[in-house]
T-cell receptor, first 115, second 116 residues
Framework: DAGITQSPRHKVTETGTPVTLRCHQT?????MYWYRQDPGHGLRLIHY???????DKGEVSDGYSVSRSKTEDFLLTLESATSSQTSVYFC??????????????FGPGTRLLVL | AQSVTQLGSHVSVSEGALVLLRCNYS??????LFWYVQYPNQGLQLLLK??????LVKGINGFEAEFKKSETSFHLTKPSAHMSDAAEYFC??????????????FGQGTELSVKP
């Protein structure tokens, strides 16, 4: 357990509405990630953060923005939600415990439905 | 660029039978490879990882995987399936050379069903 929580766990929203998902970690990890999971695609990286106020884009960043004002919180915002953003969103942290090789640990996920 | 291919989106085995889930990777650097398991409505849990220390890697729940550089493969196996193994399994490769800040590239996932 890497001490990761995500909120909300479930969300239903309407097209065009802004949505913010929160990832919270309790173990002071520097690196945090947002992925989306869709059938047939596995998980794809949206954005990641390598420190407070330091973020970068991933593979599928269009339509998403992120912010990290505190080490423990990484927020994912859908500026104007679309039906194509219906997905399950996972947050992850990076840790070099257990042998020193970086390993990512995942939160429980947020299921988002955009109507 | 790294990539991962999992052969077979669905695999079905009988309880007690061998489980074999296939993963092939493409990487321009020495790969760090991972298998994760996802039970229904849950997050991803690390099963095992290859870090170049040993080619045969043992993980949790009786799973193991063998790194074969010549075949660019990292197949996941378990000698005897249990009903509780029914889940989705993801293979992933990291582009970080083991250092922090790397990004994971996932395969499409394989759903394992176990028949009584």
């Amino acid at each position: 357990d890497a001490g990761i929580t995500q909120s909300p766990r479930h969300k239903v929203t309407e097209t065009g509405t802004p949505v913010t998902l929160r990832c919270h970690q309790t173990e002071n990890h520097r690196y945090m990630y947002w992925y989306r999971q869709d059938p047939g695609h596995g998980l794809r990286l949206i954005h990641y953060s390598y420190g407070v106020k330091d973020t970068d884009k991933g593979e599928v960043s269009d339509g998403y923005s992120v912010s990290r004002s505190k080490t423990e919180d990484f927020l994912l915002t859908l500026e104007s939600a679309t039906s194509s953003q219906t997905s399950v969103y996972f947050c992850a942290i990076s840790d070099t415990r257990a042998g020193g090789v970086e390993t990512q640990y995942f939160g429980p996920g947020t299921r988002l439905l955009v109507l | 660029a790294q990539s991962v291919t999992q052969l077979g989106s669905h695999v079905s085995v009988s309880e007690g039978a061998l489980v074999l889930l296939r993963c092939n990777y493409s990487s321009s650097v020495p790969p760090y490879l991972f298998w994760y398991v996802q039970y229904p409505n849950q997050g991803l849990q690390l099963l095992l990882k290859y870090t170049s220390a040993a080619t045969l890697v043992k993980g949790i729940n009786g799973f193991e995987a063998e790194f074969k550089k010549s075949e660019t493969s990292f197949h996941l196996t378990k000698p005897s399936a249990h009903m509780s193994d029914a889940a989705e399994y993801f293979c992933a490769v990291s582009d970080s050379l083991g250092n922090q800040g790397g990004k994971l590239i996932f395969g499409q996932g394989t759903e394992l069903s176990v028949k009584p």
